[in-house]
Structures are given as C-alpha cells and as structure tokens.
Nanobody
Framework: DVQLQASGGGLVQPGGSLRLSCAASGFTFSSYAMSWARQAPGKEPEWVSAVDSGGGSTIYADSVKGRFTISRDNAKNTVYLQLNSLNPEDTAVYYC????????????????????WGKGTLVTVSS
C-alpha cells in the first residue's frame, strides 16, 4: 500500500523556520513527482509546491515563492519542505501528495492530480 507520512510541524514564532519531511513507502518513489499542499483553518486546501521525480525541477505557489524550498532524497524515499520567514498566514496543516502520473505534473497546482495524500502535520506560526 502507498503510504505517505508527513512530520516536522510545530509551533514557531513569526520569522522562524521549520523543515517538514514526508516519508514514502509502498511504491517506487523515484518514479513519481511529489507535492506539498496546505489547509488553513476554515479555508480551502491550497497547493504549495511540487518537485519532479528526479528532483531537478521545482515549482512554487506565489504565496510561498522565495520563502519555501522543496527537495527530495530518492535514496531515503523522502520529500522535504523547508519553510523560512514564516508568518501567521502560513498556519495550516501541511500535506504531502503523490502525482498520479507524468501528465498530472503538467498542471502541478491541480490538487486532483494527486492520487495519494498522507496525513498532515500542523504548522502554527504565532508569537
């Protein structure tokens, strides 16, 4: 079974940083593009970032560009999201997802292009 497990969330002050991890299992990790999305309290889910299967191509939502960095380690079956310069608007549950296929990665911000999501990890930005 495909499993995705996000971790690394927590409480951080505005301006702070966190590194989220998503451990994958049950499939050939290096064959799939991966993504991060988030859902803030009372809001719709928002796509955040994506990385292609090899890690050489990354894409970001405008709201996080220049502050967040996505990466992956195919040897460890793990995708990461480095969160810097956090502000209260970044407070959300963060989820990692697997793109269904190569075609889905052509439309990276379409959340229905993901066929598996992991349980999220909560990031709270507050003083």
């Amino acid at each position: 079974d495909v499993q995705l497990q996000a971790s690394g969330g927590g409480l951080v002050q505005p301006g702070g940083s966190l590194r989220l991890s998503c451990a994958a299992s049950g499939f050939t990790f290096s064959s799939y593009a991966m993504s991060w999305a988030r859902q803030a309290p009372g809001k719709e889910p928002e796509w955040v970032s994506a990385v292609d299967s090899g890690g050489g191509s990354t894409i970001y939502a405008d709201s996080v560009k220049g502050r967040f960095t996505i990466s992956r380690d195919n040897a460890k079956n793990t995708v990461y999201l480095q969160l810097n310069s956090l502000n209260p608007e970044d407070t959300a549950v963060y989820y990692c997802g697997r793109y269904r296929d190569v075609m889905s990665y052509l439309y990276p911000s379409e959340l229905n292009g993901m066929d598996h999501w992991g349980k999220g990890t909560l990031v709270t930005v507050s003083s």
